[in-house]
């Protein structure tokens, strides 16, 4: 039998969409109606 654990109401979600030019990131904190989405370029420094 397998067991269900729910994700509790306060927390924060990330989710990152890994590509080869550029990574996409959201974020959805508890209490706000809007997500933050940011983009991260892939280069070596």
């Known amino acids: 039998m397998t067991t269900s654990d729910?994700?509790?109401a306060a927390a924060?979600?990330?989710a990152i969409d890994i590509a080869?030019?550029?990574?996409e990131v959201l974020i959805?904190?508890?209490g706000h109606k809007r997500r933050r989405r940011l983009l991260v370029l892939?280069?070596?420094c």
């Open 6 to 8: 729910s994700t509790p």
């Open 12 to 14: 924060v979600l990330v």
């Open 20 to 23: 080869k030019v550029r990574n």
């Open 28 to 30: 959805e904190a508890p």
């Open 42 to 44: 892939n280069t070596r």
